[in-house]
């Protein structure tokens, strides 16, 4: 398709699904991580459905109980953003959320079934939007090298938050597999910081630095603490042959 750049296609293929753990502080298994690509249409156009499930376990789940899950329809051929929503739930509370990208007129239809009053039509800026995990996610198809960097859209709820990925160096990193060499990528916001990257707020995430291109780590930290997630297992594309007698890379 024409203005079609390498990279703009999403990079989660159907079949899909990494696993992460989440830890926070001492606590190696706050929460839960899993995203999960799978084939999708609509009104005949193929898409990309990419689910992301999150939630809080053990010790951090009993003292802030958390679930969520987001999915978002992805046009295989240019990598758009078509839809998402989402679902959360905070102790009793829930949160709901839909959205729905005109790009013609450069505009997203909002909509909150239980917060009427939030629903409206958002401008969209250019580029082109995908949640935080999906965007760290899918850095592994730019192949940045150190000093280079690539342009992101990212969609928190009701807002939009352009996003400069810069690649900083190699280093060896711990995961459940033994050390391996990983890419270091720190995303930076774009003019006044704000939301989760305001005083001092900072993301990074680790790509193997290898064939197989996986997200290893992902840290946040914000003013309340660091949060790790790290990749437990991965299950490969469909499309993609299994190893002899094993369908998926555990990385425990």
Request: proline share 8%; no cysteine; glycine share 8%.
């Amino acid at each position: 398709m024409a203005g079609v750049k390498p990279g703009d296609a999403v990079s989660l293929l159907p079949g899909e699904v990494f696993k992460f753990q989440v830890g926070w502080g001492m606590f190696s298994g706050a929460g839960e991580i899993k995203v999960t690509a799978t084939s999708s249409s609509l009104a005949g156009q193929p898409l990309t459905r990419v689910t992301t499930q999150t939630g809080t376990r053990g010790v951090i789940g009993a003292l802030y109980s958390f679930t969520g899950e987001a999915v978002a329809d992805f046009d295989v051929r240019d990598g758009r953003l078509l839809t998402a929503h989402a679902d959360t739930k905070t102790g009793k509370k829930p949160t709901q959320m839909s959205v729905s990208f005109d790009y013609v007129h450069s505009e997203a239809a909002y909509v909150d079934p239980l917060r009427p009053a939030r629903t409206r039509t958002l401008t969209l800026p250019p580029g082109r939007p995908m949640d935080l995990i999906t965007v760290l996610i899918q850095a592994r198809a730019w192949n940045l090298k150190p000093g280079e960097m690539h342009s992101a859209l990212v969609l928190f709820d009701d807002e939009f938050y352009p996003l400069t990925i810069t690649a900083q160096k190699v280093e060896k990193i711990s995961t459940p597999k033994g050390k391996r060499e990983a890419m270091l990528l720190i995303p930076a916001m774009d003019g006044p910081p704000k939301g989760m990257f305001k005083k001092g707020g900072a993301v990074k995430v680790w790509i193997s630095n290898d064939a197989d291109r996986l997200p290893l780590k992902f840290e946040v930290n914000v003013k309340v603490g660091t949060a790790t997630a790290t990749l437990v297992d991965y299950q490969p594309p469909a499309s993609m042959p299994a190893k002899p007698a094993d369908k998926s890379v555990t990385l425990k």
